[in-house]
């Protein structure tokens, strides 16, 4: 029986497309801008995302932690949301590697942080304070829902940031996500942010990569920075092929995720003992949590994972669930009856 994994969307494995653009791919030294793939895959993002350049990355951690050194001078601050991907799971690599002090303002459950909130962080020139140098998003939101966070909100933020000589920065691992949610072309997430970071190897199941896109300065010191992290790959072009077919292809599918998530969540409200907020479900990414007195998180966890459903407990008794295009309605119908199942 197949494992239905629910852990991320991470977890999606390569198309036989893919595989095949992988092993046809024309490839050459990237380091020396000669992979003619990896310059198509970077164009090609740029293009999609309106910006005037595109740097292949290894990582979004590493696609997030170059755009921060990019960024922010030694000793300089960035705003950035107390539930950030950046602050909670990129191992302190701002400040460990660029000594970038990191100011955490507190998110909302849909993912932004208060605009009065972000004023009033910026620093006056004093010799006691840090300078601040950025302000950072992320959209969709990870840890608030999976929320896609609109075009305004961002804008008016980049507006602060005008006022105040920052930079704004977009974690968009899972952009596309977000456009698709909110229906807009992803060029309107993006437009008003400095720089903006995207995940290839997440609902859009290549298997490596992430692009960072920007302005043709920007994207030219991050070409430097990611050589000094070891992120310059030689023949990359091997991966940077399934990241055409992930653009091409796979962006379609993330609406079908998102159906599946709402069908998962609606489901779940209907089972005793389990709540989620169906309100809060927008895209791929659904919290909910188990009555610890019908069971315990960590045995529910355990026991679906012996039917072979796989999700992880975030903090006592509370899960969180990913769909992506290695889960179809199939496997939420089976999730939902194994749910009402183990628990009655
Ligand atoms: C919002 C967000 N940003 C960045 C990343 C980092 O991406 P990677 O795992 O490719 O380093 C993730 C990974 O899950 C993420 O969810």
Redesign the pocket.
Known sequence: MKIIDFR?D?VTLPTDEMRQSMFDAKVGDDVLEEDPTIQKLEQHAAQLLGKAAGLFVP????G?LISFLVHCPRGTEALLGDKS??FI??AGGISAFGGIHSHQLSNNDDGTIEIEHIKSAVRNDNVHFPRTSLISL?N???MCFGTPIDADYITSISDIAQENGLQVHI?G??IFNAAVALNVDVKELVASADSVTF?L??GLTAPVG?VLCGDKDFIHEARRMRKALGGGMRQAGIIAAAGLVSLDKMIPQLKIDHDNAKRLADGISTISGLSVNTERVHTNILYFSVDDSIMKGSELVQKMGQHKVKFFEVSPNRFRLVTHSNISLENVNTTLELFDTILH
């Open positions: 991320s991470t990582s979004g951690t590493m997030n991907h950046t799971y990129e992320e969709t939101h990870n974690d691992a899972r995940c190897s997440k992430s």
